[in-house]
Structures are given as C-alpha cells and as structure tokens.
C-alpha cells in the first residue's frame, strides 16, 4: 500500500532535514582522506579540479547503454545545425521526431516528449504550448552546450522523476579560470553557417574574460531559414522557416574548493513554422535565471541550485497557412513560469560505498487564452480559455547507493518519491454560455464544477549491476520503476468542438484532443541489459548491444470519440487521452572500428549503429504512434594531421505498424548518403558537408502528416524531409 499525500509530505520533509543534518554532520567530522580512496574503475560525483581552466561535471552512474558525448565529440556537428536535437542524431537507443526545424522532440528507445526527463543544467523545463512547439532544447543554442548524457529506459533516481522513456542531462560550457594568480584569461569563439536548401544563416559566438577568482562569460547566437526543398520532384515544404536569437551571460565566483555561478539568459523567436500542425508559433520569448554552487569536501560534494524561468508564447498560422493577420487565423496565447531548487550531496562512506541524496521542488503554473478573431462569429466575441491558472507542482526526494565490491562488480540501488500537485481554474468558449450549443455548455458546466485539483504520489526503484567479466566484456543490466503524472494538457484541455480539439495535440497527426481530469499516472516497469564487447586498451574496436523491455500500467494513449470530414478528403479523428496499458520492447546497438591507424594514412574509423523498437497497446492491440523502423547509420571517418572527412549511409526500413486510431501515414524505407569534410589551421577551422548527396525524395516515419502542404495546396502527404543540401561553416577559436 502506497502512503498517503500527509504522509509522503512528511518522508519529503524528513528526508529532507535529515539530508541537511547529514551534510553539517560530515562537515564537522571530516573523515580522514582514506575515505575517499575509491577505485578509478567507478568513480563517485567528481570533485572540482581547481588547477583546470575548466571546471566542468563528469557523469559516472551506471545505466545499460547510457552514452556521455563530450565536447571533442560534439564540434564534429555543433556547427552544422541550430537544432540542438540534432547533436543527439545517430546515438544508441535515440530517434528524433522532427516537426518544427529547432524543436526536434528526443525519442528514446520509443518515448518522446514529457516521458523523457531532459534538464539544462538542472532545469527540467516543460512545453508551454498545446502543440510543445517550445520544448527545452529549443531554448538551447547548440554551441554551448559541453556535455550531453542519454540514458534510455532506465536512468538513476538521482538524475530525475516523473519520467518513464529515461533522462537526457545537457550542460552548458562551465565556467572557466585562469591557473595562475593575479593572471587575465580571454577566450573565445566565433562561427557561422550557411545551407544552401532553405538558404539557413546563422551566427553564434562566446567570449570569456577571467583571473583566477572570478570568471563572466557571454554566449549569443542567431539563425534563420527559408522554407526548405524536399527531395527530387518534391517541391518546396511548407511551414519549414524560422528565426531565432538567443544570449546569456555567466558570472561564476571560486574560492579553493568552491564555486559559485549565476546564469542569466534570454531566447526570442519571432517565427517558426510547423509543417505538420495547423499552427505556427508566432512569437516566442523567454527569460530565465540559474544559479547553482557546488563545494568539494573531505567527506564529498554539496551542490545547490535555484531557477526561474517565463516564457510568453504566441501562435498562430504564417502565411503559407494563410494567417496571421487580424482577421485571418485562430491567435494563440500562452504565459508560463517555472520556479524551483536543487539541493544535493554526494558522502564517501568508505572506500566501497558513495551515497547520494538529494531533495528538488519544480514550481510551474501556466494560462493558455485565445483571444477572439476580429470579425468572426465563431471564435469570438469573448476570449476562450484553455487552461486557467493552471498548476503543476513537484516535490522529490531521492537517495541512491553505489557500491563497488570489487574490481569487477558495482551496483547502484535507489528510491525515489515525487508528489505531483496539479489544479486549475475555471474555464469558458469563445461565446459564453448562452451563445453555446448544449454539448459545449454541458462540457463547461461539467469541467468547472468537477474537483480538479489531484495530488499523485509516485514512487521510483532503480536497480543496476555493472560486471566485467573479462579484458574484452563489460556487461551492465538492471531493472526500474518509473512514474510520470500526466501534463496539464493530458489532464485538463477540454473542448469539445472538432476546432478547438485539434488546436490541442503535439503530434503532428491533424487530429483533435480532449483531456480528461481522472487519468491516472504512467507506472513504468523496465528491464534492460548491454553488452560491451570491446579490445584490452579499448582504443581499436567496441561493439555495444542492449536488449530492453517496458510494460507501462496506465500508459496514456488515446480513446475513439468520431470523426468529421478534413481537407481534400481526408479524416479527422477525435481523440481523448485515456489510461491503457502497453508495452515496448527492442534492441539498440552501436560499434567502432579503426580500420587502420598509421602515419601514412593517419587513422580510420568505421562507425555504425542499429536500433529496433515495437510498441504495442495492450487495451486496444493495436500499434503504438510514433514508434520508429528498424534504423542505422554507417560511416567511415579519416583523420589525418589538420584534415578530416567522412562519407556516412544513413537507412531507414519501411514504415508498416501505424497506429489506426490516429490514422498514421505509412512511409517507404529510404536510404541517404551525406559526406563531409573539415580542416583546421591555426586558430580556424572550416567545415563543409552535402547532406543527402543524391537528393533523395523520402518521407519522415515520424513526421505525421504534412498538414501545411494541406492547407496551402490541397496535397495530402507525409512530411517529406529534406532534399540535398551544401553546407558550410567557419569557426574561429582565440
């Protein structure tokens, strides 16, 4: 039996206190530095390095197919593209679904969107759209970010809840610091870029200016793009451009073993299309403050954190879609703001044993409002509200044990509790009560006089085993419990007209969406193993496989309302979210290969990675959406002295199993050829690369249905991706 609300409010608390007695505990004791002797093998939360320029986090825990992509590993692509998503392309385990051009959603082994815990440095930052045009890595300039851990399926409680598809954790570059006193450092970097398919432009740039002590950073950056072409015979996309700035400046303090950093920042996007939504999203802006510290102790770490964020986001139809004008289109309006903090430590009880524990509260409320249209006798005269004072709360606590018994076993076991507080206000149409049909009248009367306000109490248990069983086989496996309470969109979106369900739904399917106050949590249960096959030194060859299973109580899909007739014949579903059951299940795998290494010809890679998910409801037996096709890529990469190119296959199977109740457009398989060159001399690095060489016309299997093609010219397709593309870009490191 689950404890009460009172009753998980009071284990928050007092583990809380008791995380605050602990850490002043050790503080005063301070054990003698044999406590801190723990294996090179697995290394707990690391400390700062304060003879390093940089002071940056170095993710240990153990996941089954977790993959850490450093910065070495990111500047092959940082410059390539404005959409941070897109440094995630490829990895084991992820896929991306792309609707507008610098907001993919990460899929990982099948789960998407909210499922996925993915934090900017410790800010776990939530759509604030009925469409999740504005998702976290949106808000993330690609050239800042350091570090990117993807843990697909099951991840450590100490790296997030109220998730069940795993946890994406980005970093920003960290502070830096000159290593001698009284000594200024100035550092930075400038690029930019050019595509010639959509003519995209951008320019981003960072400068540092520091001594020893004290560190202050700039970071900005602009891109832009014209609507891009698809594949031979496809024509141009609808829907496809955008425009986005973004700037944020770092003021970082040390002393010793201590650092203290505030980040403050702010992202405009004016436009972005979205070629699979009825809407575009007209203005989105954004401003938050972080500041976090982080201490290094005899006895372990301390890190702290506090947030805030608002973001003002509009939407309504660009003019591919004929919109945006007073009297044309359905505006949109949205206003979000999200407050919180993040207090965790890490003790070395021994040699063998770190403990981490941690408590963090998320404040967020949101209002969702759509103004009435200038003229029209359907979307007006009064505003329509959506969501009203909509809140969602989350309280969490966690503590988590890592335990190295030997130089070949490690396990790491945790407990987790989040308490989801969730309410909202009161809402009303477009025409008020008495201008309504009965079924809209009886649905407002239904929802305002309904006890909206839920409490959920969730639990999490993470259970992992790292074995090397010899020079060549590392072998990880584990088990997890995962929760995730559902959005203020899945709980409380509630028209009931075919117009205003589908302006709800991120998707990208053309359907309509109704919520429903009574859904319960998604209770995720994962198993997973990976298999690291690799040479002694692990410098020539490595082949990683990682089967999984998922069965997920109360998943949250979708019941069958109706229909009604669409756009050049075709069929729009009415939808409402609903609990069933489910499961996913596949394998993920990815594999290096130095072909060769000498100083003649320098050094070749062969790269490669598979990865297979199906996804089934267990209520409905039918397809889970957005479940990618079996999937891979591979390239060979040269390396010699400054130069370096790569000649890449990217294939994707034909997409069969599609999800009936929404109408899920098959697509072909395709495969795409792209090749790529840089060269870096002195303090310049130039960087060149033709993305689909042979201008194939294919369609993405999670790209939904190309609804501004459909509005602009009658055309039903899947979203068709892009078409051949020369890129090019200059970078300048000082």
């Given at each position: 039996?689950?404890?009460?609300?009172?009753?998980?409010?009071?284990?928050?608390?007092?583990?809380?206190?008791?995380?605050?007695?602990?850490?002043?505990?050790?503080?005063?004791?301070?054990?003698?530095?044999?406590?801190?002797?723990?294996?090179?093998?697995?290394?707990?939360?690391?400390?700062?390095?304060?003879?390093?320029?940089?002071?940056?986090?170095?993710?240990?825990?153990?996941?089954?197919?977790?993959?850490?992509?450093?910065?070495?590993?990111?500047?092959?692509?940082?410059?390539?593209?404005?959409?941070?998503?897109?440094?995630?392309?490829?990895?084991?385990?992820?896929?991306?679904?792309?609707?507008?051009?610098?907001?993919?959603?990460?899929?990982?082994?099948?789960?998407?969107?909210?499922?996925?815990?993915?934090?900017?440095?410790?800010?776990?930052?939530?759509?604030?759209?009925?469409?999740?045009?504005?998702?976290?890595?949106?808000?993330?300039?690609?050239?800042?970010?350091?570090?990117?851990?993807?843990?697909?399926?099951?991840?450590?409680?100490?790296?997030?809840?109220?998730?069940?598809?795993?946890?994406?954790?980005?970093?920003?570059?960290?502070p830096v610091f000159s290593k001698k006193k009284d000594k200024i450092v100035v550092k930075g970097q400038v690029s930019g870029f050019f595509h010639s398919n959509g003519k995209g432009l951008g320019a981003s740039g960072d400068v540092t200016v520091a001594n020893d002590h004290l560190s202050i950073r700039y970071n900005g950056g602009w891109s832009q793009s014209r609507n891009y072409h698809a594949g031979a015979g496809g024509g141009q996309v609808k829907s496809t451009q955008y425009k986005m700035f973004n700037h944020d400046v770092t003021l970082a303090y040390k002393k010793d073993n201590h650092v203290l950093s505030l980040n403050i920042g702010q992202t405009d996007t004016p436009y972005e299309g979205f070629p699979n939504a009825?809407?575009?999203?007209?203005?989105?802006?954004?401003?938050?403050?972080?500041?976090?510290?982080?201490?290094?102790?005899?006895?372990?770490?301390?890190?702290?954190?506090?947030?805030?964020?608002?973001?003002?986001?509009?939407?309504?139809?660009?003019?591919?879609?004929?919109?945006?004008?007073?009297?044309?289109?359905?505006?949109?309006?949205?206003?979000g703001r999200l407050a919180g903090y993040d207090i965790k430590g890490s003790i070395y009880l021994d040699d063998k044993n770190t403990l981490r524990i941690g408590n963090e509260f998320a404040y967020y409320t949101l209002n969702d409002w759509w103004p009435a249209l200038e003229g029209s006798m359907m979307m007006g005269p009064n505003t329509y509200h959506n969501i009203n004072n909509g809140h969602r709360n989350r309280l969490g606590t966690y503590a988590e044990l890592e335990t190295q018994w030997n130089h070949k076993v490690t396990t790491l076991l945790g407990v987790r509790n989040d308490v989801i507080m969730t309410n909202t206000g009161q809402v009303s149409g477009y025409q008020g009560l008495a201008g309504m049909n009965a079924t809209e009248r009886a649905a407002i009367n239904r929802f305002n006089q309904a006890d909206r306000g839920k409490t959920d109490v969730n639990f999490d248990v993470t259970a992992l085993v790292r074995y090397k069983v010899d020079p060549h086989l590392t072998w990880e496996t584990g088990y997890a419990r995962k929760t995730r309470s559902p959005n203020l969109y899945e709980r409380y979106s509630w028209g009931t007209s075919g117009m205003a369900m589908r302006m709800v739904g991120w998707f990208g399917d053309g359907n309509g969406y109704r919520g429903d106050i009574n859904l319960k949590p998604e209770i995720a249960n994962t198993i997973s193993t990976s298999f690291n096959f690799h040479d002694v030194k692990q410098e020539v060859w490595e082949l990683k496989i990682q089967p999984y299973y998922t069965y997920i109580h109360h998943y949250i899909n979708v019941n069958y309302l109706g229909s009604a007739s669409g756009r050049a014949g075709t069929t729009i579903s009415n939808l409402q979210f609903a609990n069933h059951n489910a499961q996913l299940y596949g394998v993920n795998s990815v594999g290096t290969y130095n072909v060769w290494n000498n100083k003649k010809f320098g050094k070749g890679v062969l790269r490669g990675n598979l990865n297979w998910v199906r996804g089934t409801d267990l209520t409905n037996h039918t397809n889970l959406y957005h479940m990618m096709p079996v999937n891979g890529t591979l390239s060979l990469n040269q390396y010699i002295g400054a130069w370096s190119g790569r000649i890449e296959g990217e294939f994707v199977n034909a997409k069969g199993l599609t999800d009936p109740l929404r109408r899920e457009p098959k697509t072909p398989g395709y495969i795409l050829l792209n090749i790529g060159t840089s060269y870096t001399w002195n303090m310049f690095r130039l960087d060149g690369s033709i993305e689909n060489v042979m201008n194939k016309k294919y369609y993405m299997p999670m790209g939904g249905l190309s609804i501004g093609d459909l509005i602009a010219n009658n055309q039903v397709r899947a979203l068709p991706g892009i078409g051949r593309s020369f890129n090019v870009s200059l970078t300048a490191s000082f």
């Amino acid at each position: 039996m689950f404890p009460s609300t009172r009753a998980s409010y009071k284990l928050s608390l007092m583990l809380s206190v008791f995380f605050i007695h602990t850490s002043s505990t050790f503080a005063a004791e301070t054990p003698s530095s044999s406590a801190q002797s723990v294996s090179t093998n697995t290394p707990p939360i690391p400390t700062i390095n304060i003879n390093a320029d940089d002071v940056s986090d170095n993710p240990t825990e153990i996941t089954p197919g977790s993959t850490v992509l450093k910065a070495d590993q990111l500047k092959n692509i940082v410059n390539n593209s404005p959409d941070t998503g897109a440094l995630l392309e490829n990895q084991m385990g992820v896929s991306l679904y792309k609707s507008g051009r610098i907001a993919s959603l990460p899929v990982l082994n099948g789960m998407a969107d909210d499922r996925v815990a993915t934090t900017i440095d410790g800010m776990r930052i939530t759509g604030d759209c009925p469409n999740h045009m504005n998702p976290a890595l949106s808000y993330l300039n690609p050239h800042d970010v350091s570090i990117i851990n993807i843990m697909a399926g099951i991840s450590p409680v100490s790296l997030g809840g109220d998730s069940t598809g795993g946890t994406i954790d980005i970093q920003r570059k960290s502070p830096v610091f000159s290593k001698k006193k009284d000594k200024i450092v100035v550092k930075g970097q400038v690029s930019g870029f050019f595509h010639s398919n959509g003519k995209g432009l951008g320019a981003s740039g960072d400068v540092t200016v520091a001594n020893d002590h004290l560190s202050i950073r700039y970071n900005g950056g602009w891109s832009q793009s014209r609507n891009y072409h698809a594949g031979a015979g496809g024509g141009q996309v609808k829907s496809t451009q955008y425009k986005m700035f973004n700037h944020d400046v770092t003021l970082a303090y040390k002393k010793d073993n201590h650092v203290l950093s505030l980040n403050i920042g702010q992202t405009d996007t004016p436009y972005e299309g979205f070629p699979n939504a009825y809407m575009d999203m007209t203005k989105n802006q954004s401003v938050f403050i972080n500041g976090r510290y982080k201490g290094d102790f005899d006895w372990g770490t301390v890190e702290a954190r506090g947030y805030w964020q608002r973001v003002t986001h509009a939407m309504n139809m660009l003019g591919d879609k004929g919109g945006h004008s007073p009297t044309t289109g359905m505006p949109m309006n949205n206003l979000g703001r999200l407050a919180g903090y993040d207090i965790k430590g890490s003790i070395y009880l021994d040699d063998k044993n770190t403990l981490r524990i941690g408590n963090e509260f998320a404040y967020y409320t949101l209002n969702d409002w759509w103004p009435a249209l200038e003229g029209s006798m359907m979307m007006g005269p009064n505003t329509y509200h959506n969501i009203n004072n909509g809140h969602r709360n989350r309280l969490g606590t966690y503590a988590e044990l890592e335990t190295q018994w030997n130089h070949k076993v490690t396990t790491l076991l945790g407990v987790r509790n989040d308490v989801i507080m969730t309410n909202t206000g009161q809402v009303s149409g477009y025409q008020g009560l008495a201008g309504m049909n009965a079924t809209e009248r009886a649905a407002i009367n239904r929802f305002n006089q309904a006890d909206r306000g839920k409490t959920d109490v969730n639990f999490d248990v993470t259970a992992l085993v790292r074995y090397k069983v010899d020079p060549h086989l590392t072998w990880e496996t584990g088990y997890a419990r995962k929760t995730r309470s559902p959005n203020l969109y899945e709980r409380y979106s509630w028209g009931t007209s075919g117009m205003a369900m589908r302006m709800v739904g991120w998707f990208g399917d053309g359907n309509g969406y109704r919520g429903d106050i009574n859904l319960k949590p998604e209770i995720a249960n994962t198993i997973s193993t990976s298999f690291n096959f690799h040479d002694v030194k692990q410098e020539v060859w490595e082949l990683k496989i990682q089967p999984y299973y998922t069965y997920i109580h109360h998943y949250i899909n979708v019941n069958y309302l109706g229909s009604a007739s669409g756009r050049a014949g075709t069929t729009i579903s009415n939808l409402q979210f609903a609990n069933h059951n489910a499961q996913l299940y596949g394998v993920n795998s990815v594999g290096t290969y130095n072909v060769w290494n000498n100083k003649k010809f320098g050094k070749g890679v062969l790269r490669g990675n598979l990865n297979w998910v199906r996804g089934t409801d267990l209520t409905n037996h039918t397809n889970l959406y957005h479940m990618m096709p079996v999937n891979g890529t591979l390239s060979l990469n040269q390396y010699i002295g400054a130069w370096s190119g790569r000649i890449e296959g990217e294939f994707v199977n034909a997409k069969g199993l599609t999800d009936p109740l929404r109408r899920e457009p098959k697509t072909p398989g395709y495969i795409l050829l792209n090749i790529g060159t840089s060269y870096t001399w002195n303090m310049f690095r130039l960087d060149g690369s033709i993305e689909n060489v042979m201008n194939k016309k294919y369609y993405m299997p999670m790209g939904g249905l190309s609804i501004g093609d459909l509005i602009a010219n009658n055309q039903v397709r899947a979203l068709p991706g892009i078409g051949r593309s020369f890129n090019v870009s200059l970078t300048a490191s000082f």
